[in-house]
């Protein structure tokens, strides 16, 4: 056969997929080559035929395909290219008894072949010549959808596909199919509902039988399945209670009518009678266990005796087309709880059996027709106790009448779980133990209370197990071995402790929603018990990462006929659903494969379960009954990692010796000679699996298949190395798991088992077994899946590049340091030695099981020793990985991509190999240490993680000036370093030591200073070398423990010196302020630095910066309050350990103060709230504060008492001279003394009646005085009294007379005398801005520092808000953007520079991060404070006017202070030579006569001042000319009446100013005398603008545009020029403000002349505004005649 040219790059010159075919197991037998042109992929064998699939996707048949029109009857030697796949790419084949199939790359099914059953899914045809399309269509979805399918399987009569969906479909004939219907051929595809929603992973077919390979459900979709209480489907309870007189029934029976579909065609005959009420649909040969119906059918006979167990008489069960009689008969029989205690009744003939069981429907009648509406995965016990009923006392029953009920007393045995006092009803032992008994227990509880629940705790799992009921002597052989496995599986399964498996069991199940109130306390106390030990040898659930590891956590399924036993249910009945096959769960099945009659599993560990038929041996075994799985014979140290089963005989693929596979044989012999005749003698018959001698020769085998009486093997040869290296990795691997299960299972199961365990090994070592079983378990667990995926791999592809070791190393890699820190920790803490004894109760004294695990530890070592080295195998596994892996890089090229994966992870594996092998060092010489230690020391300082680096017992590192006679030993651990002396120790963590060494200039002294947070000192090495050592070490250490244990590899050269600066956490010990306080954060040469957290004992907490060892910076600072259960919160600034700047203090009592601090203390300007407006005393006051007292001008809200001050304060008390307005309109300005008013004052109460005189108390008369009324009378004299109640006065009254001289009339009250000038108020705002500008006291200080200042202050507050962007919003940063450019301020100042300047201010008090804006804000907080609410007061007008002079002029002088070159006040800026007469326009807008010369502060500052400020000023002029605005407004109300021409003549206007047309709506018009609101409109709605503007300038602009409108209008009227004169223009104007209609004229113009600019009064827009303020009081005067 010529050389194959491969597809593969490293196999051009060998074979691959050779296929070698050959019958029974003689030893001339010798395989034929099958001869293809192209590699073969796959090989399928039927009974007399064959399919193979090549490379390229092409099928070929061979064999006898008496389907082909052409053929011969002898059948084909030469394979047959089916070239009806030609133009199909094909990835799998499958051969069925006289049928076959194939799976394209997109998922479609093609059939050929014999189609009398079905079997090829096709309607109509007998036979399928040719591979023609078979449609699996989803039809439940909408719209039907064609399902993508995997894999297919074919039988003798049908066929399986598995779907990508992981779904089983099927079709055909038989009870096979696991269909809900009697009705065959099934030719459509259907869904195997009973599957649905688990993940299943291989399908195999046998002759009449079905099993699947089925991922377990991960744990949280169980407990998610489980406490269900109604069908997910229909919503109905899917437990129903029947309460009998003498008992209750207890079903759960329910059937769900939606998703199922019933056939009708063949319910006639009599299957009615299976049925529930005729609802649900039997199949024929499945037993049905019922509850009482309501309406009984005939063959359920009533039992009335208490306690009594009613069994029905057999009734007739139709047979369905197409199928074998099936022996047994229906079998009913009614639970029943009996709380009479009679004593519990069980049924002739059977036993109490502990059966592992999951499903709800052991209770109920609920036949496999439903869709699995029960919560409970599976019907296994159910199943097996019907089987069992059936197997025993149906026979018997048969015959008799309706039998007697026997009462069988249980044996009373000492301690026997049975024997529980008379007054505890029992269950009847007719369920199955194990879950079906909690189903009870738990949804019964409701009816029968409490008692019923102890009747758990009497069955516990344990005893039952050991218990058999009263039918045993009658039983049957076969049933007695039965149950015997039942109870070796129960016990071999139980990985971790049954006794915790049952409890878990329990709890799971008490998690029934709506009963739990009903179950016994003490049941659940029970559920709830810790388990005694929880290890979990197995982990469950699958790790993300491991999602593309194949699942070990498996089940095996099965259903269809059972005559030879082949479901592997322990019986011999048929299934029409799939069944879980129980004592395959947890044996980590792998793969399926089934025969004829017999099925084989095969497991992770290379074990081989089979049962069925085993006539001629083919099972591999000789016990019986072969019903249930056992396991095949095979010599010590054969693997098996394949298998094929054909009609007779097994075929194994299994590693021996060597790593090349070796294949072994089990069952018929096919006799030579014969082969051809087609009646083929048969014999021979293997006792146990027989080594096929040939096979050595075939090359390496990769898998082999089996069929009819054939075998086939594909093989490759050896190409480069490359295959035999691939066949070593996998071999190598699953010896490996083989061998970490046998550890797990003879020496870790049994230990875990044994329960002095853990009093043997203390609590400390207890922990670090469990810990280290459970990383052993993770290990072994990857191990096995890791040995799978290479077993498939060998199978499948050979893209290296698809190997998990490579693509998922780091899930070896840490999956293997994970396990070795576990190990290392245990053998420190002298683990190994606390074993022996324990060893030693299990194993005996010389503990020989576990001496012969342990090959390869050297002869005679003690027990410790070998536990270590069997603990230490996996890391020698790990030189194995690097060693394969290497090997298999030498089969590519150097400069591949391959070789480099290979090499780097191949490097990978060597490096963790070598630095664990490091880490047992450090580890035992740990524990030497620990040995030779004193023993008082050890149990403080020996942890689990603890490493010994080195020690100074040779003295060679001392304490510079210890005493004499001290005792100074320096041990250095992985964590920490300590200093011992005689009786104590010291321990100072590795992670805040700092160490380096002092210069030797003092002779001879080789010294080291080590610094920790609270001490330092200097060691003295003995010489130069020594001090190296330990510097080296030491430093080492430090960096280790800083950058986490074990993440440094041998690969990277550690740096020399670890950080100075670094992030640890530290528990202060001896430090006075900081005492048993922790700190976690960044460090700086032992002094926190940077940021940090302080933690103290009594709960206080500081969360900021730190500044060498201090709070310095920004930080949170929380102070628990126990007695108000809140706490004090402070966040601000911090200088030196305490609160020094801006910050804010939320006090646990409900007050806030936001402001200064220095020294903890509040001291500058702040405001404090208290309460909040429900509470007590809700108050606000802001102003200056001194060492936390109230101390300058502050301004008092008092809310609840409605006033507020405004004055003087010293010592939390008003004292000096201020202000009182309340909500009733009182006013007073005076003295005050010790918080009260006392000395001169003057007091206005709403109506203007005024007192000036002494007071001695709040509102309190006292001395001499005078009291005005409001109409001029006054009273001279002394007074006494609260203002408000009467007044006792002695005086004289006068009534001033109209005509009295002139020094009367300036009696009139000049208000602000005795309040505080506006220049001494708010000092302490104006004195934070110039410290934040370097000056101490107001223009002190240097600009440059200044200008500095406040680049620092920018830069750090754009900093801070860099991180928390959300702060600030874009036009923000623009802003700040373009204050980082400084404007230039040297030289003089010409008009542009001067824009400049005022660009620069407006932005700067536009952002509170710049000092000036900062500074602006807070004035416009104080101003509103002051005179918004009570503070709206009309006498506080002139106050608040001055108050904002004040301002202007005090931060005019901080703005020359920058800009020093800025003429003062009212001066001349200088002309730049080439400039204009006239300046740019936006000058204009700010000042009048020759605008932008003159510098003002007004004109600079009120701009950014006066907008923010201007709607409490604004409410206090509306206030103040509330009279006068209203007779105002009367009057602009009485003339608006009027239409234009009227009003103009009334208002005496020329006529030739009237206007005669008039533009509306773009349209010219006549003005006639109707016209209203038409004439000099612009004008109007000009001067309206006048309420919209904030500052004078910008109203004087209005009042400027008005008049130019005025004047324009004029002009197109006149057409010609024209020159104002006063007495033409007034009245004109006066019209336009009338018609304008402003409410608050009298406030505008009052503002405009309070504020206006000195230097405009007497320019034009002076003009102009006098001639406003004319019109205003014109208006108001005016009458109509």
């Known amino acids: 056969m010529e050389k194959l040219k491969s597809s593969g790059e490293e196999e051009s010159s060998g074979e691959r997929g050779v296929l070698h075919k050959w019958r029974g197991y003689s030893c001339s037998v010798t395989p034929e080559k099958v001869l293809l042109s192209r590699p073969v992929l796959q090989a399928a064998l039927g009974t007399k035929h064959g399919v193979l699939l090549v490379e390229g996707g092409q099928v070929y048949s061979f064999g006898e395909l008496p389907w082909k029109q052409n053929q011969a009857p002898s059948g084909t030697t030469e394979p047959l290219l089916e070239a009806g796949l030609s133009e199909q790419h094909v990835v799998s084949v499958a051969a069925g008894a006289s049928h076959s199939g194939a799976v394209t790359e997109d998922g479609m099914v093609h059939m050929w072949g014999d189609n009398t059953y079905g079997q090829c899914g096709l309607s109509g045809l007998s036979v399928v010549p040719n591979p023609t399309p078979v449609g699996v269509v989803d039809c439940e979805a909408t719209p039907p959808h064609p399902v993508r399918v995997l894999e297919v399987a074919c039988g003798e009569q049908h066929t399986l596909a598995l779907s990508a969906r992981h779904e089983v479909w099927s079709w055909g004939s038989g009870c096979q199919l696991g269909l809900l219907t009697t009705t065959f051929p099934v030719w459509k595809p259907q869904k195997v509902e009973h599957l649905a929603g688990r993940h299943v992973l291989q399908v195999v077919c046998g002759a009449s039988h079905s099993m699947a390979l089925v991922r377990c459900l991960p744990p949280a979709q169980k407990a998610r399945r489980l406490p269900a209480d109604k069908c997910g489907q229909c919503n109905q309870s899917l437990y129903t209670m029947t309460d009998k007189e003498d008992h209750v029934i207890i079903s759960d029976s329910h059937y769900c009518p939606l998703g199922v579909e019933l056939e009708d065609g063949d319910s006639k005959s009599g299957s009615e009678s299976s049925l529930s009420h005729g609802r649900m649909k039997s199949s024929p040969s499945e037993p049905i266990l019922s509850a009482h119906t309501q309406n009984p059918k005939p063959f359920i006979p009533s039992s009335s005796s208490p306690g009594a167990a009613s069994v029905s008489a057999p009734a007739p069960v139709p047979e369905a087309q197409d199928q074998t009689p099936c022996p047994e008969k229906e079998h009913l029989q009614s639970i029943t709880l009996n709380p009479e205690g009679s004593r519990p009744a069980v049924a002739d003939g059977e036993e109490v059996q502990a059966l592992e069981m999951d499903s709800a429907k052991a209770l109920g009648g609920l036949t496999a027709t439903g869709v699995k509406c029960s919560p409970y995965p599976d019907e296994q016990a159910l199943k097996d106790y019907l089987k069992r009923l059936s197997d025993q006392t149906l026979a018997e029953q048969a015959s008799k009448n309706p039998p007697a009920v026997q009462c069988a007393q249980p044996l009373p045995e000492p301690g026997d779980v049975f024997a529980s006092d008379p007054t505890t009803p029992v269950a009847q032992s007719v369920t199955p133990m194990g879950s079906a008994l909690n189903h009870l227990v738990v949804s019964c509880a409701s009816a029968v209370g409490e008692r019923v629940a102890s009747t758990y705790e009497a069955l516990s799992l344990r005893k039952v197990i050991n218990y058999w009921g009263p039918g045993e002597s009658r039983e049957r052989p076969e049933e007695r071995v039965r149950q015997e496995e039942h109870r070796q599986g129960k016990k071999s399964c139980s990985l971790g402790d049954i006794r915790e498996e049952e409890a878990e069991g329990l709890s799971r199940r008490l998690s029934l929603p709506g009963l739990l109130s009903q179950v016994s306390p003490r049941l659940l106390r029970r559920a709830s018990r810790p388990p005694v030990r929880a290890v979990a040898l197995t982990p469950v659930g699958v790790a993300e990462s491991d999602a593309h590891l194949p699942s070990l956590q498996t089940e095996v399924w099965s259903w269809g006929r059972g005559q030879e036993g082949q479901l592997g249910h322990g019986d011999l009945l048929p299934r029409l659903q799939p069944l879980c096959i129980k004592s395959l769960s947890g044996k980590e099945v792998i793969r399926v494969a089934a025969g004829a009659l017999h099925s084989l599993a095969l497991t992770a560990q290379s074990q081989v379960y089979s049962w069925g038929s085993n006539s001629f041996g083919q099972l591999g075994h000789m016990e019986s009954p072969s019903t249930i799985p056992r396991l095949a014979k095979l010599s010590e140290g054969i693997r098996a990692w394949d298998v094929g089963a054909g009609q007779h005989h097994t075929l194994l693929l299994a590693d021996g010796d060597c790593f090349q596979p070796i294949l072994y044989y089990s069952g018929q012999q096919v006799k030579e000679g014969s082969a051809e005749s087609s009646q083929e003698q048969t014999g021979g018959y293997t006792q146990q699996p027989v080594l096929l001698p040939f096979c050595m020769n075939l090359g390496y085998v990769s898998s082999v298949c089996a069929g009819g009486q054939s075998c086939a093997a594909l093989a490759d040869r050896n190409v480069m190395g490359f295959i035999a290296s691939l066949h070593e990795l996998a071999a190598a691997e699953r010896k490996y798991y083989c061998k970490l299960s046998s550890i797990k299972s003879v020496l870790l199961q049994p230990l875990l088992k044994l329960d002095s365990l853990s009093s043997a090994l203390g609590p400390a070592c207890t922990g670090l077994l469990q810990n280290l079983i459970g990383r052993f378990g993770r290990l072994s667990q990857l191990t096995g899946q890791n040995s799978a995926s290479l077993t498939s791999f060998l199978r499948r592809s050979r893209d290296v590049r698809g190997l998990v070791v490579l693509e998922n190393a780091h899930l070896f890699l840490d999956t293997y340091s994970e396990y070795c820190a576990a190990l290392g920790n245990l053998l420190v803490m002298g683990g190994f030695q606390a074993l022996v004894k324990p060893c030693q109760d ?149 992670a805040t030591l700092w160490v380096e060494p002092i210069s030797e200039e003092n002779a001879g002294l080789y010294g080291l200073k080590v610094t920790s947070p609270e001490e330092s000192f200097t060691l003295l090495a003995s010489s130069p070398s020594e001090k190296a050592k330990w510097l080296r070490a030491i430093n080492q250490a430090v960096e280790q423990a800083l950058s986490g244990a074990g993440s440094d590899t041998s690969g990277t050269a550690p740096r020399a010196d670890p950080p100075i600066s670094r992030t640890a956490s530290y528990t202060f010990y001896k430090d006075s302020r900081l005492k048993e306080v922790t700190y976690e954060g960044r460090w700086l040469a032992g002094k926190p630095h940077g940021r940090g957290v302080l933690k103290w004992a009594d709960g206080r907490t500081y969360t900021g910066t730190f500044k060498n060892g201090l709070e310095d910076g920004y930080g949170d600072y929380i102070v628990p309050n126990k007695n108000l259960n809140k706490s004090d919160h402070y966040q601000g600034h911090w200088k030196d350990g305490k609160m020094h700047g801006f910050g ?54 008092d809310i609840t008492r409605g006033e507020k001050y405004m004055g003087l304060w010293q010592d ?470």
């Open 1144 to 1197: 804010t203090f939320r006090y646990a009592t409900g007050e806030v103060y936001e402001g200064s601090f220095q020294d903890n203390m509040r001291h500058g300007h702040g405001m404090l709230r208290s309460g909040k407006l429900n509470s007590t005393s809700p108050s606000v006051f802001i102003g200056q504060w001194l060492n936390d007292k109230k101390t300058g001008y502050g301004v008092f809200d």
């Open 1212 to 1681: 939390d008390q008003r004292q000096g001279n201020g202000v009182i307005v309340t909500q009733f309109g009182l006013y007073y300005e005076g003295a005050f003394s010790n918080n009260k008013m006392m000395g001169m004052g003057v007091l206005l109460s709403e109506d203007d009646t005024t007192f000036e005189g002494d007071f001695s108390d709040d509102w309190t008369l006292s001395g001499k005085g005078t009291l005005t009324m409001p109409n001029g009378d006054y009273i001279e004299g002394s007074f006494s009294g609260v203002w408000g109640t009467a007044l006792k006065i002695s005086g004289s009254y006068y009534k001033p007379n109209l005509y009295d001289s002139d020094k009367e009339k300036n009696r009139t009250l000049k208000l602000g005398r005795l309040s505080v000038p506006s220049e001494e108020k708010w000092k302490a705002v104006f004195g934070e801005c110039w410290s934040r500008l370097g000056c101490d006291s107001p223009a002190q200080g240097e600009t440059s520092t200044a200008w500095d200042n406040i680049a620092i202050a920018l830069t750090a507050n754009r900093r801070q808000h860099r991180d928390s962007p959300e702060l600030l919003s874009r036009s923000h940063h623009k802003t700040l953007e373009s204050l980082e450019f400084i404007p230039q301020h040297v030289g003089p100042v010409t008009l542009e520079k001067y824009h400049i300047v005022r660009r620069y201010l407006i932005k700067a008090c536009d952002t509170p991060l710049h000092p000036l804006g900062r500074l602006v804000e807070a004035l416009v907080a104080v101003y509103r404070m002051t005179y918004v609410g009570v503070g709206a007061n009309r006498r506080l007008l002139q106050q608040a006017v001055n108050e904002i002079k004040s301002y202007l002029s005090r931060i005019f002088q901080i703005v020359r202070f920058l800009f020093p070159d800025l003429p003062e006040e009212g001066g001349l800026l200088t002309e730049a030579p080439n400039e204009k007469k006239q300046p740019d326009s936006s000058g204009t807008k700010i000042e009048s006569p020759k605008p932008g010369r003159v510098v003002s502060s007004s004109a600079l500052l009120l701009p950014v001042l006066l907008p923010r400020l201007y709607p409490p000023l604004f409410t206090l002029y509306a206030l103040e000319k509330e009279k006068e605005d209203d007779v105002y407004w009367e009057c602009v109300l009485r003339l608006n009446k009027q239409p234009d021409l009227a009003l103009l003549a009334f208002l005496g206007v020329q006529q030739k100013f009237w206007p005669v047309t008039m533009t509306l709506h773009g349209e010219k018009q006549q003005v006639l005398s109707s016209t209203k609101d038409a004439c000099f409109a612009s004008a109007v709605e000009t001067l309206q603008q006048i309420s919209t503007t904030f500052t004078p300038s910008d109203k004087l602009q209005v009042i400027q545009l008005t008049f130019e409108e005025i004047t324009q209008e004029v002009l197109a009227l006149l057409k010609q020029d024209f020159l104002w004169s006063m007495d033409d223009l007034f009245p004109v104007f006066l019209y336009v403000v009338l018609r304008a209609r402003i409410r608050n004229l009298g406030s505008e113009v009052s503002l405009i002349e309070d504020l206006m600019d000195p230097c405009v009064q007497h320019g034009e827009h002076g003009i102009m505004f006098t001639t406003l303020k004319a019109c205003y009081y014109q208006i108001q005067h005016e009458k109509i005649t």
């Open 842 to 990: 299990v194993f005996g004294k010389g503990a020989e099981v576990v001496q012969k695990l342990s090959e390869g530890c050297e002869d005679g070592a003690i027990l410790p020793d070998i536990l270590t080295h069997l603990f230490y195998l996996p890391v020698r596994h790990l030189h194995e990985y690097g060693h394969l892996l290497l090997k298999l890089a030498t089969c590519y090229e150097v400069n591949s991509m391959d070789y480099q994966k290979l090499q780097d992870v191949c490097s990978k594996y060597e490096s963790l190999a070598l630095h664990l092998k490091r880490k047992r060092k450090e580890a035992e010489y740990t524990l030497h240490f620990w040995k030779s230690f004193p023993g008082k020391m050890t149990d403080s300082l020996r942890k689990p993680s603890r490493r010994l680096v080195c020690e100074s017992s040779n003295k060679a590192l001392t304490l510079q000036n210890a005493g004499r006679f001290s005792v100074n030993w320096f041990i250095l651990f992985n964590d920490a370093l300590v200093h011992a002396q005689f009786s104590t120790h010291h321990v100072f963590p590795l």
